[in-house]
């Protein structure tokens, strides 16, 4: 399965993506301890974005299938830079989830958030921190 994103540079560092399939559009901006203004986010801010987000998704998946109610579960993500090469070098994820969820389900859950394809997806290099409060 493939998916077209469509980009365009709009001046003063931004670009302005198209997501094929919905027509959703997104803008990045460079950050501003890289010469951008910040104002909006970054390239790899979305990168912590799409992990944070595709390891709720695979975990709301597997709630759906075993009746687990995620409603109002949140993520944060926090990400770090290296200086040299400048990448990202570090991800915390933090997961705030419902009460009273049984053993196996946190562990059913914890599972599947490790198995999100973003996450498979990035080097090895990259330093990815999870935590749940349950």
């Known amino acids: 399965m493939s998916v077209e994103v469509k980009s365009e540079y709009q001046g003063r560092l931004t670009i302005q993506s198209t997501h094929g399939p919905s027509g959703a559009q997104i803008a990045t901006t460079a950050p ?3 010469g951008g203004t910040g104002e909006l986010f970054a390239p790899t801010d979305l990168l912590a974005a799409a992990l944070g987000n595709c390891m709720m998704t695979i975990m709301g998946l597997v709630a759906n299938r075993e009746k687990i109610d995620l409603t109002g579960s949140t993520i944060r993500v926090e990400k770090h830079m290296s200086a040299n090469p400048r990448r990202v070098q570090k991800v915390l994820a933090e997961f705030d ?6 053993d196996a389900q946190k562990k059913k ?5 490790d198995t999100c394809p973003v996450k498979q ?3 090895p290099d990259v330093e990815i921190e999870v935590k749940f409060n349950w």
């Open 109 to 113: 859950l914890a599972t599947a958030a």
């Open 32 to 34: 501003a301890d890289n």
């Open 97 to 102: 989830m419902p009460r009273g969820l049984t």
């Open 121 to 123: 997806s990035l080097h």
